[in-house]
């Protein structure tokens, strides 16, 4: 079984920055690509962010590219998601994944090719 936590999510205004944290147990978090998605009220979940489980390819959506980064610690068994200069519209509660396939070298943006999720995070960014 694998557990996903995720932390570092709150209330921060427009401009500001967060890191969110997503730890891992239970399973080699190393050999399986890890995915940010997001879901604001009344939305569907979205993708965010993915990277492969060597952390050599990364994928963002396009709403983040350029002030969002994914990056993975294999020895802490820890994914990160950087977010700077938040806007309005980030508002919304995040959630890290596990890629469904071990060892998928190519970054996947679909939802449905994760298979474990975490409880979510809820970040909040006000005016």
């Known amino acids: 079984q694998v557990q996903l936590v995720e932390s570092g999510g709150g209330l921060v205004q427009a401009g500001d920055s967060l890191r969110l944290s997503c730890a891992a147990s239970?399973?080699?978090?190393?050999?399986?690509?890890m995915g940010w998605f997001r879901q604001a009220p009344g939305k569907e979940r979205e993708f965010v962010a993915a990277i492969t489980w060597s952390g050599a390819n990364k994928d963002y959506a396009d709403s983040v590219k350029g002030r969002f980064t994914i990056s993975r610690d294999n020895a802490k068994n820890t994914a990160y998601l950087q977010m700077n200069s938040l806007q309005l519209e980030d508002t919304a509660t995040y959630y890290c994944?596990?890629?469904?396939?071990?060892?998928?070298?190519?970054?996947?943006?679909?939802?449905?090719?994760?298979?474990?999720w975490g409880q979510g995070t809820q970040v909040t960014v006000s005016s």
């Open positions: 994944a596990t890629d469904s396939i071990v060892a998928r070298t190519i970054v996947v943006i679909t939802s449905s090719s994760y298979n474990y």
């Open positions: 239970g399973r080699f978090f190393s050999n399986y690509g």
